[in-house]
């Protein structure tokens, strides 16, 4: 449960001008067509289109996305989701976040806000006092 | 201030339209049109044509690209397709392969 919150507190803003393996679509960027990288990636505009990264994803509040899947290490949403995420991190819905789709994660958080449909697989051990119902 | 980059390590294929400044580090296979600047850095690879405001190319460009301002081809830049832009400059050391139409 540690892990989920030190992936969550770092958010680096994005080292314009100096290079880095980071990605960030800015909040008027359309993108129709598939994403994929090595590194981390941060969505602010709309995307069309399936996105596969290996690094963590973030999506802004601004942005709007329809995709199949999107398959990254940690992802966090305070953005407009119609898809599945198969994250291998854990999953981090904001309190602006309005999501259509399954979610599987390690770990899977839900603000207070947060509007989502769809169903949840999280690989965790549940304590033996509450498997035994 | 360039509000969208494409990381070395990232791969976009299809169409990329901003209406901002793009900076470009990793691959574009598609299009790519943006309102504002482009710049496409040393190890960049753009397999598309691009259209956008004042350009600065000094990676890997294969498609045309049309500029409503000026294109720069820096030094170590590949560009090989045509070049549509009111003011062009091609640097010592660039390679350029096409047409070159300023318009007049």
């Known amino acids: 449960m540690a892990q989920a919150k030190t992936s969550a507190a770092r958010h680096i803003p994005p080292r314009v001008g100096s290079r880095s393996d980071a990605g960030v679509l800015g909040t008027s960027v359309r993108i129709r067509g598939r994403i994929s990288g090595e590194g981390d990636l941060q969505i602010l505009g709309s995307v069309e289109g399936d996105v596969s990264v290996r690094g963590d994803l973030v999506i802004g509040e601004t942005a709007h996305i329809e995709s199949e899947t999107l398959e990254a290490q940690a992802v966090t949403i305070a953005g407009e989701l119609k898809g599945d995420v198969n994250a291998t991190g854990p999953v981090r819905l904001g309190a602006t976040a309005r999501v259509q789709g399954d979610l599987k994660g390690s770990e899977i958080s839900i603000e207070e806000g947060a509007q989502f449909a769809g169903r949840i697989e999280a690989d965790f051990e549940l304590p033996a006092s509450l498997g035994k119902r | ?104």
């Open chain 2, 1 to 104: 201030m360039a509000s969208t980059v494409i990381g070395a390590n990232i791969t976009i294929e299809g169409e990329v339209i901003a209406d901002e400044d793009v900076v470009v580090q990793g691959t574009i296979r598609g299009k790519l049109s943006a309102k504002d600047g482009v710049t496409v850095e040393a190890g960049a690879v753009v397999e598309a044509d691009v259209t956008g405001g004042p350009m600065s190319l000094a990676g890997q460009v294969t498609g045309n690209v049309t500029s409503t301002d000026r294109v720069e081809l820096q030094s170590g830049a590949r560009v090989v397709g045509n070049v549509k832009a009111a003011r062009i400059t091609i640097a010592d050391g660039a390679h350029f392969k096409g047409n070159v139409d300023m318009d007049v």
